[in-house]
């Protein structure tokens, strides 16, 4: 089982980066995916999430407008577009995959599968 995402890099203040996470070995198109990230010195956040038919989606209010996410259950993978991108997104950011009804708590705890993380870096 592989969650693999990408898409990070380094964008100007108002730029905007495209998150993907692909999955492998899980049955995708039943499992709600969820996006955090985590500062340096800082605990890891919940930053969206999209149940597995895709008909919902949850945002933290602080990315709330600014990003989308979405998913293609043919592609197995989820996208987080990322606009307005500010200096405060600078973090690492990791796909999770699970239940519904976990990613709906926005709790970093009892995820059965983690991406490895791609690094978003947000000039001034």
């Known amino acids: 089982v592989q969650l693999q995402a990408s898409g990070g890099g380094l964008v100007e203040a108002g730029g905007s980066l495209r998150l993907s996470c692909v999955a492998s070995?899980?049955?995708?198109?039943?499992?709600?995916i969820a996006w955090y990230r985590q500062a340096p010195g800082k605990q890891r956040e919940f930053v969206a999430a999209?149940?597995?038919?895709?008909?919902?989606?949850y945002y933290a209010d602080s990315v709330k407008g600014r990003f989308t996410i979405s998913r293609d259950n043919a592609k197995n993978t989820v996208y987080l577009q990322m606009n307005s991108l500010k200096p405060e997104d600078t973090a690492a950011y990791y796909c999770?995959?699970?239940?519904?009804?976990?990613?709906?708590?926005?709790?970093?705890?009892?995820?059965?599968?983690w991406g490895q993380g791609t690094q978003v870096t947000v000039s001034s």
């Open positions: 999209i149940r597995w038919s895709g008909g919902s989606t």
């Open positions: 070995g899980i049955t995708f198109s039943s499992r709600g």
């Open positions: 999770a995959a699970d239940t519904d009804a976990l990613v709906i708590q926005r709790t970093t705890r009892g995820y059965e599968y």
